[in-house]
């Protein structure tokens, strides 16, 4: 977790934190980008699984991992981080899996996040069940991908090819 220096007045959730963490480089995004002013105060919780095994049972579409995150995860946060229940913005965040995961998630508990970046979500699992779920939604949460417009026919119909500099890009992006 990375506290705000000041009042939080956004919250991001980064599922698969040690991918965010050590390769991504998320840590040092952020920094740089507050140290410039260039974010809001913002508290950005790292959420890790429990085991690589537990990831491909936990990550697609797996409703008690949604309940972990509705009904544990945030009570427990804003228990000890008041402001995070002020929060304007509420962003959950995941690749590939967890893309799939940050998007099922915010699916399921739609006034819990605002947004949602889903970097190379694997949304072909489970025979592209999802995409439909998606289309039916109404209101759709907002969504943030590492694709370019033009292909970008609707926010959760993607491949699943980033790359790290796409995905460095897409968190910069964002928080910037």
């Not at 229940?85 to 819990?112: C, D, F, H, K, W």
């Not at 790290?164 to 897409?170: G, I, N, W």
Request: glycine letters at 4%.
């Amino acid at each position: 977790m990375r506290e705000p220096e000041h009042r939080a007045t956004n919250v991001t959730v980064f599922l698969d934190a040690e991918l965010y963490r050590d390769r991504v480089g998320a840590i040092s995004i952020i920094d740089a980008l507050d140290s410039k002013g260039d974010i809001a105060s913002s508290l950005f919780v790292f959420v890790s699984m429990e085991s690589a095994a537990s990831r491909w049972v936990e990550c697609p579409c797996y409703s008690p991992f949604a309940q972990f995150i509705e009904e544990e995860l945030f009570p427990w946060l804003e228990s000890v981080y008041p402001s995070a229940l002020e929060a304007q913005e509420r962003v959950i965040a995941g690749l590939s899996y967890t893309g799939l995961a940050a998007a099922y998630v915010s699916m399921v508990n739609p006034s819990r996040f605002t947004k949602v970046i889903a970097q190379s979500g694997s949304f072909w699992s489970n025979d592209c069940w999802i995409i439909d779920y998606f289309e039916k939604l109404d209101p759709k949460p907002q969504a943030i991908n590492d694709r370019r417009k033009s292909e970008a026919d609707s926010p959760f119909r993607h491949g699943r090819a980033a790359g790290l500099a796409a995905m460095r890009a897409t968190v910069a992006a964002y928080l910037n």
